[in-house]
């Protein structure tokens, strides 16, 4: 064998043990956020399964017939006919039925023209902990970017500079203002750094 095909060899061994460092790296990588990001969800879920049983509660002792009072009743009822171990549908479901207080005062701003029924559920969700779980959610996926911008960042040291801006790209897609909530960005990056190849 000739000095040029050892050579040869050589560096073709080399690029694909840095490829497969790599691919191990992001794996674990993965691996890890994945956890991470279940972890949170799944407390999150359990918070809002509490916080749904409880205004469920208040709303029923109202024993009214009133149409927007059963409507609410019924997206809770949405909400607690999604499996607890799909902890993803089931945290998609309480935004679906808690998507008009999320972003409101639930104390009930009254400079915002709401009905009597709106400040009766606002009323009923800060009372049992409305915004508290708020709260949970904005620290709990804060803690988690910076989670999983630190180990990305360990990660970019172990892959070539074409996919090292990639992953910078795509990472500065969950950092943008707008569009999707900021826990739901983190999840689409984890599955996409997953399915990411070289």
């Not at 050892?6 to 460092?21: D, H, K, Q, R, Y």
């Not at 029924?117 to 708020?134: P, S």
Request: proline share 1%; charged share 25%.
């Amino acid at each position: 064998m000739s000095y040029q095909n050892i050579l040869g060899f050589l560096l073709l061994l080399t690029a694909s043990s840095l490829n497969a460092s790599g691919d191990q790296s992001r794996y674990r990588l993965y691996l890890q956020t994945d956890y991470a990001l279940q972890t949170i969800s799944t407390q999150l879920v359990s918070q809002a399964t509490e916080l749904v049983d409880y205004v469920v509660e208040d709303l029923l002792v109202l024993d009214s017939r009133n149409p927007i009072l059963l409507g609410y009743l019924d997206r809770f009822d949405a909400f607690t006919a999604v499996a607890a171990n799909r902890t993803e549908q089931k945290l998609d479901a309480f935004y679906v039925v808690i998507e008009d207080y999320l972003d409101a005062d639930t104390t009930g701003d009254p400079l915002r023209t709401s009905s009597i029924e709106t400040q009766l559920i606002a009323l009923c969700l800060q009372r049992n902990g409305f915004d508290r779980w708020k709260r949970t959610v904005q620290t709990r996926t804060a803690q988690l970017q910076k989670l999983i911008y630190r180990k990305v960042r360990m990660h970019l040291e172990s892959i070539d500079r074409e996919d090292r801006m990639a992953v910078e790209r795509r990472w500065r897609r969950v950092l943008t203002r707008g569009g999707a909530r900021r826990l739901e960005k983190l999840r689409e990056f984890v599955q996409w750094l997953g399915n990411f190849r070289d």
